[in-house]
């Protein structure tokens, strides 16, 4: 039987989607002109459009009450962060969710040409905003990132370094991370990152995936290292603490469904098979 495509849309604010009682992304069966239309996978929830919150408030598809949003079939809607979402979602509908944060986001920022300053329109036929006087084309960014699981093996047990942002409040220790500078590889994105945040020295970088994060429009790419000496002074502008961790006392780490939780469970199991 022939799968039937519904055309149905999400609202969007920041990187948060418009959710129902159940914790799902609601949607709306109607899509106004200035909807985003998404490549979308068969899937039986995934959106074809997607919308901001400001052009869903103005058209009058969701009005605020009480400590949420109503629509004028759904009551009591709630916008939930794409992190608190990842683990009830599969991967297509994770990188789905991702690709409408991003394109929103796209199009607020580039209402106006960054050359000149005139207004752009869409491209009719890929994902482009073009300048109205001097044609130029502004394509949606994607922002790489590097996270990296050090492993160290010359101490008694496998340990593993974690690190707590000063943003992480609840005590949750996450791996070293960052952005790729312009003119860097992967790698020099990797030790710069180690050296700048926690002061040591890494060896053997080996690839392990990547994972779309819409913090505002990234790229996570994983990796494994292993540690090749130093010792650990921190980045207090950036981290709270750091140390190597024994695999069987790991403090609280990040959620299932980020990339962060994925490399981590990798480590975890390859020492354990040995």
């Not at 794409?82 to 409408?100: I, P, R, V, W």
């Amino acid at each position: 039987m022939a799968r039937v495509c519904l055309i149905v849309m999400w609202v969007i604010r920041g990187s948060g989607v418009l959710c129902d009682e159940n914790g799902l992304p609601h949607t709306f069966a109607n899509t106004p002109k200035s909807a985003i239309k998404l490549f979308a996978p068969p899937h039986h929830w995934l959106a074809t459009h997607a919308i901001g919150l400001t052009d869903a408030l103005e058209l009058g598809l969701i009005y605020p009450y009480g400590q949420g949003y109503d629509s004028k079939t759904a009551k009591n809607l709630q916008f939930i962060e794409f992190g608190n979402l990842l683990s009830h979602m599969d991967e297509t509908a994770a990188n789905h969710l991702s690709h409408a944060i991003a394109l929103v986001r796209w199009q607020h920022e580039h209402q106006f040409c960054g050359v000149c300053g005139n207004k752009t329109i869409f491209h009719r036929h890929e994902y482009a905003k073009i300048c109205t006087a001097c044609k130029h084309h502004a394509y949606p960014r994607i922002q790489p990132c590097v996270i990296v699981a050090i492993v160290r093996t010359d101490t008694p047990k496998p340990q593993l370094l974690l690190a707590r942002h000063h943003k992480h409040k609840s005590g949750i220790f996450g791996l070293i991370a960052g952005f790729m500078e312009a003119g860097e590889t992967v790698e020099m994105a990797i030790v710069r990152e180690v050296q700048e945040e926690i002061g040591i020295c890494i060896k053997d970088i080996r690839y392990f995936g990547s994972q779309s994060w819409p913090y505002p429009s990234n790229l996570m790419l994983g990796f494994f290292a292993h540690y090749d000496g130093g010792d650990i002074v921190i980045d207090k502008q950036e981290l709270a603490e750091a140390d190597f961790f024994e695999l069987s006392q790991l403090p609280p780490t990040p959620r299932a469904g980020s990339i962060s939780h994925q490399l981590i469970r990798a480590v975890i199991e390859q020492f354990h098979h040995h």
